[in-house]
DNA sequence: CGCTTTTGACCCGCGC
DNA sequence: GCGCGGGTCAAAAGCG
């Protein structure tokens, strides 16, 4: 399984910052701090061979990235194969067990006999910073808050949205911390949405989650039903469990981050743009 | 100026 | 009928 589900440092062990002792191995003393800027003199032919050392190391760091995102882009599409293949899979439990987790991943919840009758619910656990005090939940839709209570069974207010991306979709999401445990924030959510995701229309909401986000065992009490957390305070840990079903949807929530990010023009400019400065 | 957020008022269902 | 609590409305304020 190993092979599979292979794990990837996904640290960008990139050398962005070329004063820094770790990076400047080659670079020599007299090229490093303001010298060259200074009032000290420095022969034209030595400012031509930094340059020349410079461009080599750019050169040098863009190859570099340009093999990692090589290889995520591989791995991805590796990872997307293999998740095919386990889809299309004939052993029933493996089927089932592969079902099971991306509903789960998807959208959680409400019992089948409920779900035909009643609009879908689906709550959603998400770790924030306790000291963050907004009941804002990212998840790719547009919401328009309309409404703001204190319940009794819980000391943090509760935050009432419409989906506010098409006045014909009629999902609304509540959003209040867990009494237990403030860092988690609760999402409920009502109906389900008849439009995609807000992808173009949120760029806040899309640019600000690049936060390290993965799925980690729900903090679920008791009863209640199944329900997804995304960790957005913890670092990925890259433990060597990969036979945990849960550990799969998180590293492959990762190699999908990594792959969009490679994707992704304003990121790959964002790189060159901190390289080059 | 238009959209979003805030917040007190109001509505409604439920239990007694 | 009354009170309570959750959910919604809507005017005012805030913001870009």
Redesign the pocket.
Known sequence: MESAWPLVDTSLDLNINPRQSRCNKAMKPEFEGEAAHSGVKVPVKDEAGVLVEELNRVSAENKKLTEMLTVLCEQYYALQHRFNELMSNNSKKRKAECEAYTKNLIESSSSDEESSKKPKISRVHVRTNPSDTSLIVRDGY????????V???NPSP?A?FRC?FAPSCLV?K?VQRNAEDPSILVATYEGEHNHDPARNNAPAERSLNLSPTHTAPSAQTKASPPTVTLDLMQPARMEDDAEEPARRIQQLLVHQMAAFLSRDPKFTAALAAAISG
């Open positions: 547009q919401w328009r808050k309309y409404g703001q209570k319940t009794r069974d509760r009432y506010s609304k509540k």
